[in-house]
């Protein structure tokens, strides 16, 4: 079975401050993708990053940074310096090779100014 | 636009009515996906199709829910006798690729269908 857990429903930050978004997946599958989504107000999903399995390299984006650890099953999200247009609903998500997305529950993001 | 777009983009029904939520992917897009975004969770795969081939369905609720792509472009999700139930945001989203299993999905904005 394939499960994505976001245990982290809310958070709330200060402007500049560094916040990580937590992503535990389950999977039996020895290949497969990993995502992360940024969903603003407007409701429309923004693609972020895409793992694959045999890639543990972490990966840096000028504020955004993902670290993959295949032993602890996560694919942990950090903002540096966040802003308040950061602030969204943030998921995480799991593509087993030919199979659908599992999507986590989100977290939300405020980014108070 | 370049991206997907989606309308309505707000859809109130009574129960009982037939509702239709159309999806315009990116020209050119292989496949194309829809699924069900309940009120504070995640979205939950419910049919793919890849050009007008509907290859996965079995993620929709139940057999009041059908999909289309007739062209292998534009794509018409219809809920028969809606429920309350189905109150929810529908997402579309394409993929240039016809292997679902690898590629980034590009959303659309969604309809946010209320049920009374």
């Known amino acids: 079975a394939q499960k994505v857990t976001q245990a982290q429903t809310e958070i709330s930050v200060v402007e500049k401050e560094d916040v990580t978004l937590d992503c535990v997946y389950e999977?039996?599958?020895?290949?497969?993708?990993l995502f992360w989504y940024k969903q603003p107000p407007s409701g429309e999903l923004v693609f972020l990053i895409r793992r694959n399995s045999f890639d543990e390299q972490n990966e840096i984006s000028g504020r955004y940074s993902w670290n993959f650890q295949k032993s602890t099953s996560s694919f942990n999200f950090t903002i540096t310096a966040s802003q308040v247009v950061d602030s969204a609903v943030y998921f995480c998500?799991?593509?087993?090779?030919?199979?659908?997305?599992?999507f986590g529950p989100g977290t939300r993001l405020s980014v108070l100014p | 636009g370049a991206g997907v777009s989606q309308s309505p983009r707000y859809k109130v029904a009574k129960r009982g009515q037939d509702v239709a939520l159309r999806c315009d992917p990116i020209s050119g897009h292989v496949s194309l996906f829809w699924y069900q975004q309940a009120l504070g969770q995640g979205p939950e795969f419910l049919t793919y199709?890849?050009?007008?081939?509907?290859?996965?369905k079995s993620g929709l609720p139940s057999d009041r829910f059908f999909a289309e792509r007739p062209e292998g472009s534009v794509s018409t999700l219809k809920i028969q006798r809606t429920q309350q139930e189905d109150s929810a945001v529908y997402l579309c989203a394409s993929s240039p690729l016809g292997d679902r299993g690898t590629y980034e999905q590009y959303f659309g904005p969604g309809t946010r269908l209320t049920v009374t």
């Open positions: 199709f890849q050009n007008e081939a509907q290859l996965d």
């Open positions: 998500a799991l593509l087993n090779y030919g199979q659908n997305f599992v």
């Open positions: 999977t039996r599958d020895t290949t497969y993708y």
